[in-house]
């Protein structure tokens, strides 16, 4: 199982960034993939996440300002950052599990990807 993730970026306060992750070798179909983040205060949660039927979930912290989404062939996510914040500042994670992601990065259960960095500054 591999999961390939975007490069990140550093942008200013307000900006946008897309992130994408497109995963393979997954050998079942009931797959939920999605965005952990872990802040430079090593903080880790789940930021979003969108299960095989299309269903997103939200962080509270990020609610109205991130899009998740995901194409046709089911492997491939986009999770689209827009006002971005300076404590939105982390390496973002792409994770892919069966069923659902855990809201907590304990354990990381399911596949995970090697991160990507995502600065904003003030």
């Known amino acids: 199982v591999q999961l390939q993730e975007s490069v990140g970026g550093s942008v200013q306060a307000g900006g946008a960034l897309r992130l994408s992750c497109t995963g393979s070798?997954?050998?079942?179909?009931?797959?939920?993939m999605g965005w952990y983040r872990q802040t430079p205060g090593n903080e880790c949660g789940l930021v979003s996440s969108?299960?095989?039927?299309?269903?997103?979930y939200y962080a509270d912290s990020v609610k109205g300002r991130f899009t998740i989404s995901r194409d046709s062939a089911g492997n491939t996510i986009y999770l689209q950052m827009n006002s971005l914040k300076p404590e939105d500042t982390a390496v973002f994670y792409c994770?892919?599990?069966?069923?659902?992601?855990?809201?907590?990065?304990?354990?990381?259960?399911?596949?995970w990807g090697q991160g990507t960095q995502v600065t904003v500054s003030s």
């Open positions: 969108i299960d095989w039927r299309g269903v997103p």
């Open positions: 994770a892919a599990r069966l069923n659902f992601l855990h809201r907590t990065c304990a354990g990381r259960e399911g596949y």
């Open positions: 070798g997954f050998p079942f179909d009931e797959i939920t």
